[in-house]
């Protein structure tokens, strides 16, 4: 493959970029080792490797790669790019929890990919890049479709990710036609091809490193001395009901399952003998970070009142994934959390919760009923074993999670229940 001066120059210039998005992922790898920050590494190497191999700058580096060997890099570089970051993706979006579907689509999607592009290589020569273009860039609109319907359900993230996803179509798109040896591309189709994977590859590194520092914040809080008022660690409640109303008319259109869930913290006297006020600020910062850690980064969680949490999961698979996740989140909150008295003297405290779960079905409900709801079934859930209640749409009465009529059960359920039991 014949490249001009200008053109290795322009393609030199977007791997050098790409290149240095990555080294500053890798020296937060090394500062903070995650598995999201190694993912994230992984997901710039990966881009790095698919331009220098289809925009023809691995040629001219290496002029005796032998052109077979150059070719099946080809073929098999944007399928398992485009079904990496489909695997990688279904996480970020928490996909396993929003939707059946999605979280599907994704999975198959990051074994299929790969899998075609080593099919393509079967083929004829002649049909290989054409063929493996055509697998990419299906997975390329794949993602972009998921990530709007994401977006639909108001991930705020979201917006950023499909402007990253609908770059990587024509960036794709071009540099297989790069591959190919298109005769019409000149200068300004490469400026652009370039572009296009630049900021691909720059808006996707910089959500994805949103989302790993918002989920890094959450950990940290967790059991850690803090000087910092709880309040601010959440949303405000005047905020809070602002994101539910606009949920509740998103809701009207999207017409998803989804959830809210009121957490009532009880006997705040008790803690505050117990450990004095800082003590107590800790105990709600550590609440906050493991309400957020269960429902995922991508739900709102907010303090209402001084005692009360509360979350909007705006979109799940199914009513009965409400059985995990309010089993989930009371059994998390009911684990021993470590703060520090105003003496300094670190201690172990258990915080006496309930959670309430409402389920958000495809029909209209005000916000304040739904959150009025919420509280009557947290206060409720202080009764019960599990400490969480929802209300049972086969009886209208108000029961434990684990006990009501929400579908059939999942395999981890029992372990669950046995857990918050």
């Not at 485009?82 to 929890?97: D, M, P």
């Not at 660690?233 to 539910?244: C, D, P, Q, T, W």
């Not at 006990?403 to 918050?420: K, T, V």
Request: glycine share 10%; aromatic share 6%; with cysteine.
């Amino acid at each position: 493959m014949f490249m001009s001066i200008r053109e290795l120059a322009i393609w030199s210039m977007a791997l050098g970029a790409i290149a240095a998005v990555g080294m500053v992922r890798l020296a937060d790898l090394v500062a903070r080792p995650t598995m999201a920050r190694a993912q994230g590494v992984a997901y710039h190497l990966t881009v790095f490797m698919l331009v220098l191999v289809l925009s023809g700058v691995a040629t001219q580096l290496w002029p005796a790669l032998a052109e077979r060997q150059l070719q099946a890099a080809q073929v098999l570089a944007g399928p398992i790019c485009v079904g990496l970051s489909n695997f990688w993706i279904h996480g970020w979006l928490n996909a396993a929890q929003r939707d059946g579907f999605m979280s599907s689509a994704l999975r198959i999607s990051a074994v299929l990919l790969p899998l075609g592009g080593a099919a393509c290589l079967g083929f004829p020569e002649a049909q290989r890049l054409p063929l493996a273009m055509a697998f990419s860039l299906l997975g390329g609109i794949l993602t972009l479709w998921l990530t709007v319907r994401a977006w639909l359900w108001g991930d705020r993230l979201a917006p950023l990710m499909v402007a990253g996803c609908a770059l990587t179509l024509p960036a794709i798109g071009g540099m297989y036609a790069i591959a190919l040896g298109h005769p019409e591309l000149g200068l300004p189709a490469h400026i652009g091809f370039a572009l296009c994977a630049l900021l691909s590859n720059g808006l996707t590194g910089f959500v994805l490193w949103r989302r790993d520092r918002h989920e890094w914040r959450t950990r940290r809080v967790d059991g850690a001395p803090s000087q910092l008022d709880p309040v601010t660690k959440v949303h405000s409640g005047i905020n809070l009901v602002r994101k539910l109303v606009t949920a509740q008319r998103r809701r009207r259109h999207t017409r998803r399952n989804g959830a809210v869930l009121a957490i009532l913290v009880f006997d705040i006297e008790r803690i505050a003998a117990q450990a004095g006020a800082n003590g107590v600020n800790e105990m709600f910062i550590c609440i906050a970070s493991r309400i957020q850690r269960q429902v995922g980064v991508v739900n709102p969680v907010g303090r209402y009142y001084e005692r009360c949490f509360v979350s909007l999961v705006e979109s799940i698979q199914s009513p009965a994934w409400l059985r995990t996740l309010g089993l989930r989140v009371a059994t998390s909150l009911r684990r021993p959390m470590n703060v520090v008295t105003g003496t300094g003297e670190r201690i172990e405290i258990r915080a006496d919760v309930g959670v309430g779960v409402v389920h958000l079905s495809r029909g209209h409900a005000d916000v304040e009923d739904i959150l009025h709801d919420a509280q009557r079934m947290a206060e409720a859930a202080r009764g019960m074993r599990s400490r969480a209640a929802i209300l049972d749409p086969a009886t209208g009465e108000v029961v434990p999670v684990e006990q009501a009529n929400l579908g059939p059960r999942r395999h981890n359920h029992a372990r669950l229940m046995a857990d918050a039991l």
